[in-house]
């Protein structure tokens, strides 16, 4: 029996991706409002309202936003409590991504 390959890593900060995962992660980075959102995050951790007033969109488009970087890896939420009810974190320990063409 062959071990699959890793296809994805994290280590300190650096994510390296190769083979099919280099097409989700360039297409979660293909837009300039997620690159925006993404580098907001790295600074610190930020709710849907911050990221909503960051790229001048409603509260919807910016989940639907956070969304598409959760889904490929880059971002990752949890559930805080807030003022009424709970809010939406985003944050994520990713500094650098490597994509490795083999």
């Known amino acids: 029996m062959v ?23 360039a ?4 837009s300039d409002t997620r690159v925006r959102i993404l580098s907001f995050v790295k600074q610190k951790e930020a709710d849907i309202g911050e990221i909503a007033d ?17 889904r490929a890896g880059l971002l990752k939420t949890v559930y805080k409590p807030g003022i009424r009810g709970v809010k ?14 083999e």
């Open 3 to 25: 071990a699959r390959e890793k296809l994805r890593e994290e280590k300190d900060g650096v994510l390296t991706v190769k083979g099919v995962e280099i097409a989700k992660v």
């Open 88 to 101: 939406k974190v985003c944050t994520t320990s990713i500094k650098e991504i490597r994509m490795v063409f």
């Open 27 to 30: 297409a979660a980075l293909a």
């Open 54 to 70: 960051l790229i001048k969109q409603s509260k919807a488009n910016a989940s639907a936003q956070v969304r598409i970087l959760e």
